[in-house]
């Protein structure tokens, strides 16, 4: 199936269509298609070079993701869910010396789903690109290379960013930290950006361009062959960012080891197949396929790695974002939790319900301070990550900044300000989940 990128992936109608679809459970649908089958379905094909950054294939492991896609040969936008409170990319990663790749009018790719891979060829040249799931880092392995030909690999920040640059060794990075003290309901706590990159292939250099961008450089080897780690760990300047890289670089390169992971998630997925003589079906299961694979890569954090719904580790467009990054959306989320239960995937709600349990003090809090004194807790309808209930949208695509509140009776009477729907879902959300796990652990830490 021909897809040009992958979208925000939850829409209501998209639940409605499934429902009203024949679905066969995973263990019916195993006997007489083969899971890696089944999953190959809904791959991505890519048959001419994407190189608008709306047409961007994603990876992830939960906590990290990548957006890649083929202006300038290669670009890659690195993503993380804890960069708060703008959701701050740690950089692009740009390949100018695989324009070759791209320029052959044979050029053909594919996101393979089941093994969790971006595969391109083109010139020669075959590309694979996979996020690891031990570390927060991407890989793109290149063969087929002119063994003497220098390739040039750029990580680039962009104003108003304001990284350190600097060089260890033959390993470029860039690394930024700031307070979350402006905007309305700050926390006052420190976040943070950090993404390095290191070639390993010959003649590996590195270099600092300027303040927001340095390079590695490195040939091939003699077969052709070089690797590129991209890594983007956690980081609020708590502790030096070399260090930090240096324990993301340290695990041994290991493809079958990440493909192994979607193996393993696939293999316990309630898969379905879908069909109907207009095609509609068989659409809506490639949808739903589509959604595991961005739920699964989106979903293992301490917190969401999307909150209003859209696909925020696979974003391509640099630090914009339509909607507050730090508010989170319950009613956007509720139908990821149940496509996510509907699948046999409780385990990809882990964030959602951490969100929520972490913040259980704040948000009695905001409750007690906003909602008359009222005992209990009101879950704010657009909640701040620190538990509170404000909505703060800059003016980057509207005319003037916009604050709501949700959960406050002192509050205007508009957008969330008396939505008190939130906390009652949660409530049945967690006794959905336990009636399918009967972890009682579970129950008791997320329904005191």
Known sequence: MNLPSIPSMTCAWLVAALLATSLWPQHALAETVPIAEAVARSDIAIDQPNILPSQAMGLGNGRFGAALWAANGLTVQLNRSDTLPGRDSPGQVVFPDLKTLTADRAFHGRLDLYDGVLEEHGGG??????VDHRADRLIVDLSGLAPQQLQRIRLQLWPPRTPAASVHGDIALL????LDDRQPGASGRRFGSLAAIQAIGRDAKARVIDTRTVEVTARPTEQGHLQVVIVAPAYDAHRPAFDSVHEALAPAIDASAAAAWWHAFWSHALLIRAESADGTARYAETLRTLFLFASAAHEAGRMPGTQAGVADLFSSTRDDHLWDPAAFWFWNLRMQ???NLA???????APVFALYRDRLDAIQRWTRDHMGGRPGICVPETMRF???GVEYESNRFRPFPIVTHSCDLGWTAQANARTLSSGAEIGLWVWRTYLQTRDRAFLQADYP
Request: glycine content about 14%.
């Open 386 to 388: 620190n538990g509170n």
């Open 343 to 349: 699948a046999g995937l409780p385990e990809l709600n």
């Open 175 to 178: 690394a930024q930290s700031w």
């Open 125 to 130: 040249i075959t590309l694979t690109a996979w």
């Open 337 to 339: 939790v149940g496509a």
